[in-house]
Structures are given as C-alpha cells and as structure tokens.
C-alpha cells in the first residue's frame, strides 16, 4: 500500500532522509522510531505528499505521488504533530470545509462528521469556535478530519500529543479498528510503549537512514544481546550508528 524507493531529500547541506526504501502493506500498522532530527517528520510528510523528494519514488495504493498527486491525496489522511485548523471557523463548520476539498457528498459527510464528532468527545462543542478548543480538543478534531473520507492510508505524527489518557486510550482504539478493515496506518511516536503494543512492524531512523526494520522479534533478533524490551533496542542500534 507505501512503497518508497531509495527516496532522498535534502535540506541545503543537510541530508534528511538518504536513501530509504521501505514497503508497508494494506491492514499493517508500521511505527517509525527516531531520535530528534532523525528525519522521521520529512518522511511523513514526504509520503504525504506535503513535500516533494529531491530523487527516488514513493507509491500510495498503487499510485504515484509524484505523478498523480491529487489522486494518491485523496486516499491518504494526514494527522501532523501540531493541529492545523482554521480557528474562526466551528468544529463542524471546518469539518464540511475538509468535506469540500475531498469533494465528498455533503449530507454523507456531516453524517459521518457527526458520527466521529461523538466517538472524539466534541459532539458537545461542534458549534463552537474552534479558537476556543483546547489543544487536545484541537488534535482531536484534525484526527475526525482525518478520518472523514474514510482514507486507505492513515499518516500519523506523534499521534498522542496533548492528548488526555482517556483521548490517548480512544486514538489507540481507532488506528487498531482502522487496520483491521484493512487501512494502513503508517505512525511516528516518541512513545515506544505505544509502538510495541500496536505496531506489526517497527523501522527505526537515525541520520537520515533507516537502520532496521521488523517485528519485535526481528529486531531482538538483529541486535543479538539478549534485550527483550524497544527502548534498550532502539538505544542499542541507534548508538551504534552514532558510534
């Protein structure tokens, strides 16, 4: 469902992502792990198609990114680590806005709006101004936004930041459900308990490059020293790289 191959962009003198190819199938929840500066958030919004590689191909359900941007777009949501929204606008009304761009049926949309406006907690406040949401709120809303057009492909960076226990319980729910209907949920997270309780797959990114990728068995396969837990994993293989 993501197929990157030998993808590079650059920063001025500064090589984000060098090289990466990387296939993740439909149903696969895959976590990216990194240290700050890693290149985990240019990955993203690489395959978001939020920026453009300076070489290599990136593929979203069989389309090119590159060459069919707004067909591979529309069945991608994007979820970044900082909410976006127009905040003069209330949360439904913003909500029939994201309907409008994706093109989707009007009273279809909001029906699902609603639906999802429940499921988040905001059914109490859709008619409010969005300027006077909390973050959490706010990072709730750009995930229902999301999710709207019901995408194949689910992008996520540091899904649970801001996010209240109850809010960080029901996100973990939603990409699990997400993945069993078969959508690929591709996520990036600071939070390694996260990523070993829901993850298929892990890849882990320092410098720029993808270091490992598997299951966890994989990868306590990979480093060899008898580690059983992600954190001393991860540790491990990104302190080899630096070393």
């Keep these: 469902m993501i197929v990157l191959e030998e993808v590079t962009k650059n920063y001025g003198a500064l090589r984000a992502v060098d090289g990466i190819s990387l296939r993740v199938e439909a149903g696969e929840i895959f976590g990216l792990l990194g240290p700050n500066g890693a290149g985990k958030t240019t990955t993203l919004r690489l395959m978001g198609g939020i920026i453009l590689p300076d070489s290599g191909r990136i593929t979203i359900g069989g389309i090119s990114l590159l060459q069919d941007p707004v067909a591979a777009k529309k069945i991608i949501g994007f979820i970044p680590d900082r909410p976006y929204v127009y905040e003069k606008l209330t949360g439904r009304e913003f909500l029939q806005f994201i309907a409008d761009v994706y093109r989707l049926e009007r009273s279809r949309a909001m029906k699902r709006a609603d639906s999802l406006l429940e499921m988040f907690g905001l059914d109490g406040r859709q008619n ?116």
């Design 128 to 243: 409010d101004l969005v300027e006077s949401y909390s973050h959490g709120m706010k990072q709730r809303l750009v995930i229902i936004s999301a999710l709207l057009h019901d995408p194949q492909v689910i992008i996520v960076d540091e899904p649970m930041v801001g996010l209240d226990p109850a809010g960080v319980k029901l996100v973990r729910e939603t990409l699990q459900e997400q993945a069993k209907r078969g959508s690929t949920v591709f996520l990036s997270t600071h939070t390694l308990s996260l990523a070993e309780e829901i993850c298929d797959r892990i890849g882990i990114i320092h410098r720029g490059r993808l270091l490992a990728t598997g299951t966890m068995e994989e990868l306590r396969h990979l480093v060899q020293t008898g580690v059983q837990d992600l954190e001393s994993i991860f540790l491990k293989i990104t302190m080899e790289d630096i070393n």
